[in-house]
């Protein structure tokens, strides 16, 4: 029997503000809800999940360091998810981190538990200044950037000139200049990488850009060539 070595990685999930005093908030990591409970004590977190019948625990209230169960009034303890009162059972807590004003959760995984993902934006050169703070203030430390050209399905910028009052002809610009990012991410992060990049990026106007999320199947550190398909620093991998 092998014996799978497990470490706690600890993922960046949201602001503190985010979840008022005394309340919770859903969050997602992966395929997982998590609870995320904002005490007078401090911070908690919880599966999502009531264990009697799998309330959202996050809607429930809160009181001193428990909360009631929305659907049938369970009282669960959230520094170690088990039930107080209502029946027996126990939910998953997990550990919580604040640095600064964000918060981070610690799962336990294996290394090949991490999914990782790259995330390429193709977006307008002035906007870079802005994508790069919007990045680095998400947590997101670790990407890389090019200048290229490109175009949609405008062909670029077309248009009319006037010789003329009946001779018109085309002009043109097939290529525009354009900036991409390009990140590798373990999954639970895309969403924060493409939340910020629109934040930093959208403008309603046509030439915004596009994102494009795919899976990466190893990541492989050159100086060491190790595979590195886990990542210990948040922010992702650098290429
Ligand atoms: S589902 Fe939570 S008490 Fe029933």
């Known amino acids: 029997m092998t014996t799978e070595s497990r470490e706690v990685h600890w993922v960046y999930v949201a602001e503190k503000g985010l979840v008022p005093k005394n309340e919770g908030r859903k969050i997602l990591w992966g395929d997982r809800q998590i609870a995320l409970f904002h005490l007078a004590h401090g911070f908690f977190a919880v599966d999502n999940k009531c264990p009697h019948k799998q309330g959202p625990l996050a809607d429930g209230i809160t009181a001193g360091g428990a909360v009631y169960c929305p659907l049938h009034n369970w009282k669960i303890d959230l520094a170690n998810g088990c039930a107080l009162a209502g029946g027996e ?46 990045l680095t203030e998400a947590g997101i430390l670790a990407f890389t950037q090019r200048r290229v050209f490109g175009r949609g399905k405008q062909r670029g910028l077309q248009y009319w000139v006037a010789k003329k009052k009946t001779d018109r002809s085309e002009m043109g610009i097939s290529f525009i200049p354009k900036r991409i990012v ?38 492989i550190q050159v100086r060491t060539g190790l595979n590195e398909n886990r990542v210990k620093e948040m922010g992702g991998a650098p290429l």
């Open 182 to 219: 390009i990140l590798v991410l373990p999954e639970s992060q895309v969403n924060t990488a493409v939340n910020a990049l629109i934040e930093a990026n959208q403008t309603g106007a046509i030439g915004d850009g596009k994102i494009f999320v795919s899976p990466v199947e190893e990541v």
């Open 89 to 134: 059972g126990k939910v998953r807590t997990y550990p919580v981190r604040l640095e600064g004003e964000k918060v981070y959760l610690g799962f336990e995984i294996t290394e090949t538990q991490i999914p990782m993902k790259e995330v390429m934006a193709i977006l307008r050169p002035s906007q870079w200044g802005r994508t790069k703070q919007k």
